[in-house]
């Protein structure tokens, strides 16, 4: 599985952008799709999530404005965030993971779109 995150780049606090994550390979195996961030200094945290029967979770702190979407037929994971903050600046990933019938995960990761959020 490879994944293509794209979308990423300079917004003033309050604007959009639409981070998307094109995924190939064995998609029928993934069993979820992630958007992750990190930023400096920080660990890395789950934004949004979802799962293969399509429900899907935000953090607390961007529920209200971002929202999460997939085309099917692109294999395309799309993260809508809206009235954007200074604190939303980070690397942004996505990941995709897979669960095997013995409970072992794998974890594939694309390379990181950055989002930069001036105040």
């Known amino acids: 599985v490879q994944l293509q995150a794209s979308g990423g780049g300079l917004v003033q606090a309050g604007g959009s952008l639409r981070l998307s994550c094109a995924v190939s390979?064995?998609?029928?195996?993934?069993?979820?799709i992630g958007w992750y961030r990190q930023a400096p200094g920080k660990q890395r945290e789950l934004v949004a999530h979802?799962?293969?029967?399509?429900?899907?979770y935000f953090a607390d702190s961007v529920k209200g404005r971002f929202t999460a979407s997939r085309d099917n037929a692109k294999n395309t994971v799309y993260l809508q965030m809206s009235s954007l903050k200074p604190e939303d600046t980070a690397v942004y990933y996505c990941?995709?993971?897979?669960?095997?019938?013995?409970?072992?995960?794998?974890?594939?990761w694309g390379q990181g779109t950055l989002v930069t959020v001036s105040s």
């Open positions: 390979g064995s998609t029928g195996s993934i069993n979820g």
């Open positions: 990941n995709a993971y897979s669960v095997r019938a013995s409970g072992l995960r794998t974890d594939y």
């Open positions: 979802i799962s293969r029967d399509g429900n899907i």
